[in-house]
């Protein structure tokens, strides 16, 4: 009796080891570290799903106000070539170039032993650098020099969560510099939104950053950013009104520091975007990022 009860069993579990979905054999999170930084429920962004229009987005969204798509375009594929294992194996010996975690994260390192700079006067709104954005200027000096690492020492050492006591200057960021070339085949398989601005160009840009990092305030043109693991936080403020902030100071910091003195009508947009979310932002837009785990994400910028 016992003997056939236990085959009984067998058969009914036999069909679920074969209707296991293939996306099973991947970790949680793509085998990326989870954070510990807490989560805001507070949403104030907009969200969209599949039934937004092209005209539609046009009317209401593109030169005015940001919107979160949702359901918009399936990344499945790419997702499942942003696995830590995945992405260590095809790229794992290939440079990559970091930026400062700052609003002059367009700074690509500097020399040991240099002495440190003075930081510019904050929120001035000068000349253009990488990916059009738009930041306060860096002092006269000489040009710095890149920081260039293989993409694997870059996860397996620098790919830590955020101290906070470290400045946004001081902590090194993936993000954007990819070379095309050797990036290409990854990117041929990512599925931008369809909806872009007329008279832009796409330009993807590419990142992989710890819990508890991000970038502070600053501003360029319009684009998206989609999360492809982990979660990341956003807040954003419109043109004419320009946030409070030091450009040296982590996101981090200022969430800590700042964030909470804020008069509710003071407070920036914000929501919390998780994979398979697109936040669109317009033209201009002061904005910074908190990434509340080991995050991948990709940028469109259109320019």
């Avoid at 970091?98 to 690509?108: E, F, I, V």
């Avoid at 003075?118 to 709104?125: L, Q, T, Y």
């Avoid at 996860?155 to 070339?181: C, H, I, M």
């Avoid at 920036?268 to 908190?290: I, K, M, S």
Wanted: glycine fraction near 8%.
């Amino acid at each position: 009796m016992a003997a056939a009860a236990r085959r009984l069993l067998s058969l009914l579990l036999l069909p679920l080891a074969w209707t296991r979905p293939a996306g099973c054999t991947d970790p949680p999170g793509g085998g990326w570290l989870a954070g510990t930084v807490p989560e805001e429920e507070r949403c104030t962004v907009e969200r969209a799903d599949a039934s937004l229009t092209y005209s539609l987005f046009l009317q209401r969204f593109a030169f005015s106000r940001p919107v979160i798509l949702r359901g918009v375009t399936d990344n499945s594929a790419f997702r499942a070539l942003c696995t830590r294992e995945k992405l260590l194996a095809a790229f794992g010996a290939r440079p990559v170039r970091l930026s400062t975690a700052n609003t002059y994260s367009y700074r690509k390192g500097e020399s040991r032993g240099c002495p440190p700079q003075r930081p510019p006067p904050p929120h001035r709104r000068a000349g253009p650098s990488r990916g059009g954005a738009r930041i306060a200027p860096p002092p006269p000096s000489s040009p710095l020099p890149a920081v260039d690492v293989p993409f694997q020492e870059y996860v397996e050492q620098l790919l830590k969560p955020q101290d906070p006591a470290r400045l946004g200057s001081d902590t090194l960021y993936f993000f954007g510099d990819n070379n095309f070339t050797e990036w290409g085949p990854l990117f041929q398989q990512y599925v931008p939104p369809a909806f872009g601005i007329p008279g832009t160009s796409p330009a993807y840009s590419f990142g992989i950053a710890g819990s508890g990092s991000g970038v502070p305030f600053h501003w360029h043109g319009p684009g998206y950013s989609e999360v492809i693991f982990g979660r990341k936080r956003w807040f954003l403020y419109p043109p004419d009104k320009t946030p409070h902030f030091h450009p040296n100071e982590t996101t981090l910091a200022w969430l800590h520091r700042t964030y909470p003195a804020l008069p509710l009508a003071e407070r920036p947009l914000e929501c919390t975007l998780r994979p398979g979310e697109v936040l669109y932002f317009p033209d201009r837009w002061w904005h910074a990022t908190l990434n509340l785990d080991t995050s991948v994400f990709i940028s469109t910028f259109l320019g």
